[in-house]
């Protein structure tokens, strides 16, 4: 279009010269007048692009976003949390009449390469908004005051290109926030982390829907336990939503989006590759994917073959240093571990497992995710005995099945004897108010263990009462690697001749 009517304007201008010519005229004065006048349209073009571009420049990446959450495959509950938060975005006026408080931040956790970055894409697509990422490492200087100035100018650039752009809302996604939020104090070497993190939180503070525009902040983070507790209080990242490594199912799904443009043959089985790479990620399964679409045009295929994608398998494995799927009987070891967590969950604190699964990277162990509710503030004598038993039943489950315990609890031990010792200091045992100061180091060490001792038998006893349906819990979660809460306890639901024992502590 614009081509064109350059292409018309030339023209005249031609026609026009010529026409002077013709005529007798000393075009000239013409030709300077017009040369000018050009220059100066030039000019004003390249200054003005050229202020855009500076805008644009600091914006990483688009400013919006066309990622759906169509296009990531499993992570259904990480969605549903997600989009549920989301949903004051969509209806500013009718939460703001409520009165709620609207959400300013939101965290996403988990293992790198599991959707996070296109969880907040798909977010600010979503809701319309303008989508600014940062990434926490771009924060952090070594002149000081930077970090701190950089976090002003990404929430103004985001508020600006709301304001051009006509959106109602904007969404500023952080990575790596844990370089960033970091606990503070911690760095010796300067102060500019701590600078960088308070100005975050002033910000954040400071949120509010100005010019009806509203401001929402996702984080991203694999390591949440290095998060300054101050990012995670009320009004600030006050909704945490986990994303896992995907399951079987989920890893599925991930191929079928990551090999819907690529022509497969007939003997591609997506199932088995999905039950083969077990640990993998979603980006190690893109990543896959296009091994395998060069692997088959090096042998000169016009579709990809199964055996082209084992062999993609091995090479991205070899490359990420992925373990290999455990055998069977390692994964099932791993379940009843889990099962036994879980089912001891279950039984002592209804509705208490979020999800279990056996693919959590990084552990030699699964995970169970328990719901996290009031009960965490609540404490009571009884809320530390069962969360110490609940801790205990993991290795406690595969003693009961295999005869003997495995080495991946130490972990589990450690915690049970940290809820001990704090339930004895917070005076909730036998011994009444009991320090180290009190009564002593030998005396506060034997109380812990007597807490440990006492829950052992009374974890064990519940597993030995119940080893038919941890056994089919197990079996069933070394088949899927994850199961929801309500997945768990439909099954052990289904599975109930008679009630769990009640036993006395
Ligand atoms: P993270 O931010 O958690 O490290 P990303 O969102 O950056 O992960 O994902 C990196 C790439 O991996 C994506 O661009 C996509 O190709 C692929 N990927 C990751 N998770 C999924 C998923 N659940 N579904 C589809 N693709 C995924
Ligand atoms: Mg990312
Ligand atoms: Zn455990």
Request: glycine share 8%; net charge neutral.
């Amino acid at each position: 279009m614009g081509r064109n009517i350059r292409e018309i304007v030339v023209g005249l201008g031609a026609a026009f010269l010529v026409f002077l010519f013709l005529s007798g005229l000393n075009p000239t004065p013409f030709l300077l007048g017009g040369g000018a006048l050009v220059a100066l349209y030039l000019l004003a073009g390249e200054k003005t692009r050229g202020g855009f571009a500076l805008l644009d420049q600091a914006v990483d990446g688009p400013a919006l976003s066309n990622v759906t959450f169509a296009e990531i495959g499993g992570q259904e509950t990480a969605k549903r949390e997600l989009m549920e938060a989301l949903e004051f975005l969509r209806a500013p006026e009718e939460v703001e009449a409520l009165g709620i408080r609207p959400l300013k931040g939101i965290l996403l956790t988990g293992p790198p390469g599991t959707g996070k970055t296109m969880l907040a894409k798909a977010a600010a697509n979503y809701t319309d908004s303008i989508f600014v990422a940062a990434s926490g490492s771009e924060f952090i200087e070594v002149y000081a005051g930077v970090g701190a100035q950089r976090v002003r100018q990404l929430f103004t650039r985001a508020r600006n290109l709301a304001k051009r752009e006509g959106r109602r809302s904007a969404i500023i996604f952080i990575d790596e926030l844990e370089v960033l939020g970091g606990k503070r104090g911690q760095h010796t070497s300067h102060l500019e982390y701590d600078q960088t993190l308070n100005q975050l939180l002033v910000e954040m503070d400071g949120l509010r829907r100005e010019e009806g525009i509203s401001l929402l902040v996702i984080g991203a983070t694999n390591r949440p336990d290095l998060l300054d507790p101050a990012l995670l209080r009320p009004g600030r990242f006050d909704r945490q939503v986990h994303v896992d490594l995907p399951d079987k199912e989920a890893r599925l799904k991930i191929l079928a989006i990551h090999t819907r443009r690529k022509p497969l043959a007939p003997d591609v089985d997506l199932e088995a590759v999905a039950r083969a790479t077990f640990g993998f990620s979603g980006a190690h399964l893109e990543s896959l994917a296009n091994e395998a679409a060069i692997i088959a045009y090096r042998r000169g295929r016009r579709e990809i073959q199964m055996a082209d994608l084992e062999e993609a398998i091995e090479k991205v494995m070899l490359g990420e240093r992925l373990t290999r799927r455990p055998s069977a009987e390692e994964l099932l070891r791993v379940a009843v571990h889990e099962s036994g967590h879980a089912l001891v969950s279950e039984n002592l604190v209804p509705q208490s497992v979020a999800a279990v699964s056996v693919t959590s990277r990084g552990r030699a162990l699964g995970l169970v995710r328990r719901v996290e509710g009031e009960e965490r503030y609540l404490h009571t004598r009884r809320s530390f005995l069962d969360q110490i038993a609940i801790c205990l039943a993991g290795a406690l489950a595969e003693e009961l099945v295999y005869g003997e315990r495995s080495s991946g609890a130490a972990e589990d031990f450690r915690q049970a004897a940290a809820l001990a010792r704090e339930m004895i200091v917070h005076g909730l045992s036998e011994l009444g108010i009991a320090t180290e100061e009190t009564v002593g180091r030998v005396e506060l060490r034997r109380a812990v263990r007597d807490v440990l001792r006492q829950e052992e038998e009374r974890t064990r006893a519940i597993l030995a009462a119940d080893k038919e349906r941890l056994m089919r819990t197990a079996r069933l979660l070394a088949e899927k690697e994850r199961l929801e809460g309500e997945e768990l306890r439909q099954l052990l639901a289904s599975l109930r001749i008679n009630h769990p024992p009640r036993i006395k502590c």
